[in-house]
């Protein structure tokens, strides 16, 4: 069954895209989460989170066994800063009767510094490492001071433009080392150093994602 399940990850891995890809990719998806006030990720929850990913492009996918793929982004916050974006990988299999392929779009928003360190660290396993639930939905869910939410990471997963309740519990997400260094050009050592600042990059694509997330939370 564990050769069946890699093959069934490796075969997923066809569909990664490149880092320029993932960029264009996240920049719709986080749009099409924000675009309309009733049907958005409350703002507020936006604001006061630690880290945010978007992982575009998900595919799920299996024939007895299921498993979902996908490459994103992280973006931390840093202070009132966001970071430049790390490039990250969720995995996960599940059991069951599931035949043919689905494509989904995936935001998580990170409440705690304990979660995001785990990914930095080397990976998060949902619902073990930390605690996650599908987040409210809509401007008036985050109206109130405080938003009364307990979980340590809220996802939000739409396909073909509609909200689904997706159960994301024992998926992995862990950092793509590989495409960050790949990337920016740098040494694995140096990886925290974007998060700090220390390092960036001029691009466009980083830019205009950085420039919506801020105008969505502020």
Do not use: C
């Not at 973006?75 to 035949?99: A, E, H, M, T, Y």
């Not at 779009?105 to 073990?128: C, M, P, Q, W, Y």
């Amino acid at each position: 069954m564990k050769k069946i399940f890699i093959f069934l990850m490796l075969t997923l891995s066809v569909f990664a895209s490149s880092q320029k890809e993932i960029l264009m990719n996240a920049i719709s998806t986080f749009d099409e989460f924000t675009v309309i006030p009733e049907e958005s990720i409350p703002p507020k929850l936006l604001s006061n989170a630690k880290a945010i990913a978007i992982i575009p492009n998900v595919i799920k996918a299996g024939f007895f066994v299921g498993g979902r793929y996908g490459k994103g982004l992280l973006l931390v916050k840093n202070k009132n800063r966001w970071s430049d974006p790390l490039f990250i990988i969720l995995k996960g299999g599940s059991f069951g009767w599931q035949i043919g392929a689905q494509s989904i779009d995936i935001i998580l928003v990170f409440k705690t510094k304990e979660s995001v360190e785990n990914i930095l660290n080397r990976k998060i396993t949902l619902g073990a490492d930390a605690s996650i639930a599908a987040g409210p939905v809509g401007r008036d869910a985050g109206a109130a001071t405080d938003i009364k939410l307990h979980s340590q990471i809220y996802s939000y997963s739409r396909s073909k433009g509609l909200f689904l309740g997706l159960s994301l519990a024992g998926s992995i997400i862990e950092l793509d080392e590989d495409a960050t260094i790949h990337f920016y050009k740098i040494k694995k050592y140096q990886i925290r150093d974007i998060i700090s600042g220390k390092i960036k990059k001029e691009d466009s694509l980083i830019r205009e994602l950085k420039k919506r997330v801020y105008e969505y939370t502020n």
